[in-house]
């Protein structure tokens, strides 16, 4: 199994940029599917991004544009690059991972129930 953890969200405002991080320790010689989630206040996980062993990234249509996954495979180390800040993206964002399926990471939706791992969170607030 791995153990993930979050960082660098805050507050910025409307328009601004935000590189979140989530470290991944545990038994990482496994491959997995890495994705993006978010919780806005009152509102079910929204999935953002998935990025498989290789480097290979897939969005959700209506994610697709100021959001950017990647990944340091040296670092152990998966990133989130958030542009053109919206109030809208006010939300905890988690990183997840789930056992990579013989089909890839891209055969299903992005779906919370999907994922094996979990990070904490880390709040990520946009004013206007």
């Known amino acids: 199994q791995v153990q993930l953890a979050e960082s660098g969200g805050g507050s910025v405002q409307a328009g601004g940029s935000l590189r979140l991080s989530c470290e991944v320790s545990?038994?990482?010689?496994?491959?997995?599917?890495m994705s993006w989630f978010r919780q806005a206040p009152g509102k079910e996980y929204e999935g953002i991004a998935t990025?498989?062993?290789?480097?290979?990234?897939n969005y959700p249509d209506s994610m697709k544009g100021r959001f950017t996954i990647s990944q340091d495979n040296a670092k152990k180390t998966l990133y989130l690059q958030m542009d053109s800040l919206k109030p809208e993206d006010t939300a905890t964002y988690y990183c997840?991972?789930?056992?990579?399926?013989?089909?890839?990471?891209?055969?299903?939706?992005?779906?919370?129930?999907?994922?094996?791992?979990w990070g904490k969170g880390t709040l990520v607030t946009v004013s206007s």
């Open positions: 545990g038994n990482t010689d496994k491959s997995y599917c």
């Open positions: 997840a991972a789930a056992a990579s399926p013989d089909s890839g990471c891209f055969d299903a939706p992005l779906d919370y129930y999907g994922m094996d791992y």
């Open positions: 990025i498989d062993s290789d480097g290979s990234a």
